[in-house]
């Protein structure tokens, strides 16, 4: 069975349990998801399955071109008899399960589960230092230190091996990472408006693509 969707985060709220606890939580839009193709063993050598959410426009719109669908995803989301897709990813797949190409899934994939893994995109934070980067504490604010507060201080090598290893944290763009919280409790499963609620905060912004699945680390 396919126990895992495609959505977008929608903002962040609050819900009172029933003991009156405040659960932070967030709000995220999943489906309604087509399927656009079936892999099989046979044809592809592993089975996934290919899902699409949110429209992509066709002709007119902003004069950008990447806005619009090209010939080949017109033609791709044709077999399944829908129309193109902004964000389309494959999840994982068991073979279990009748599927057929153009059924729609909605939130009702994950009404019986109750921790998912939440899959992201973090907010772009541009070129940063190593302080905001990687927490580091910089130098000293004394002893005849000037402007070197922020700094990430020596790399280490000398004459032997003179050179700078690689991985070594410095400042460097931030941000747009691939990011996956796992074991997220889902709170809520409102099927009918495809709006699920899950505790915490999830990366990205507002608007942004996530991929919920069944989580894979808990049962």
Not at 11 to 30: A, C, H
Not at 135 to 141: E, L, Q, S, T, V
Not at 210 to 219: D, E, S
């Amino acid at each position: 069975m396919v126990q895992a969707i495609l959505g977008k985060k929608v903002g962040m709220s609050q819900i009172f349990s029933e003991k009156g606890e405040v659960l932070p939580v967030t709000l995220l839009e999943v489906g309604p998801c087509p399927i656009l193709q079936i892999k099989t063993k046979e044809t592809d050598g592993y089975t996934a399955i290919q899902l699409g959410f949110d429209e992509k426009k066709i002709k007119g719109g902003k004069k950008r071109k990447f806005r619009r669908a090209l010939k080949p995803e017109i033609g791709h989301a044709k077999k399944a008899e829908t129309t193109p897709k902004r964000f389309v990813r494959e999840v994982p797949w068991d073979g279990t399960g009748d599927y057929k190409l153009g059924q729609v899934l909605t939130a009702e994939v994950l009404k019986d589960i109750r921790y998912v893994d939440v899959v992201g995109t973090s907010k772009g934070r541009g070129f940063a230092g190593v302080v905001k980067r990687y927490h580091f504490a910089g130098g000293p604010h004394t002893h005849g230190q000037h402007n070197r507060e922020r700094h990430r201080g020596s790399l280490g090598q000398a004459t032997h091996p003179g050179r700078v290893f690689k991985g070594i944290r410095m400042a460097g763009h931030m941000g747009v990472a691939r990011v996956t919280l796992q074991n997220v409790k889902l709170v809520t499963v409102d099927a009918a408006k495809n709006l699920i609620a899950v505790k915490g905060a999830v990366p990205g912004h507002n608007g942004s693509y996530v991929l919920v699945k069944k989580a894979l680390k808990r049962a």
